[in-house]
């Protein structure tokens, strides 16, 4: 499972998509997966990631590290979403506007833990997307290379059943 998941990580990275393809998928990936699943900010992103052109496959690996990590740090996000929500008084009227607007409503923000990691995932965006576009240039340019230098490397390269799935594929592009 943990190799399967490695490989596809440097799958990824070695694909024909552009760092910024790359960094935007693991961003919204990681939105999705900070806040509950079923808001409507979250399919707002859904459909941002179907139109725009970033790498699917990262916003879903994204999702999927973001999602568990979520479930560790609600209490966090609880925190921050009640101190919006409750705790700063001068925006008692706007959230009470907000709700109002039925579309708005919809969204779940008058819920703690909502408004707490959608707060959090709006700070993240930034840092994580530069961050992860970086990373992907540095192991493009230097790991990479060192990578296919390895003598494991070399060897499953030059083995049958590397070329037999390498013939497999490409079968379905």
Known sequence: MIIKFIA?????????????????GFVLGMAIGLTP???LHNLVIFILIVILN???TMAIFSFGIFSGLAYLIDPLFHNIGFFILVDLSSLHGLWTAMYNIPILALSKYNNTVVMGSLICSIFLVFPMFFLIKKAVIVYRENIDVKMQKWKIVKVVKGSKIYSIYETIKNIGE
Do not use: D, G, T, Y
């Open 8 to 24: 596809k990580l440097i799958e990824i990275l070695r694909s024909a998509a552009s760092p910024n393809q790359i960094a935007c």
């Open 37 to 39: 699943f079923w808001s």
């Open 54 to 56: 970033v790498n699917i």
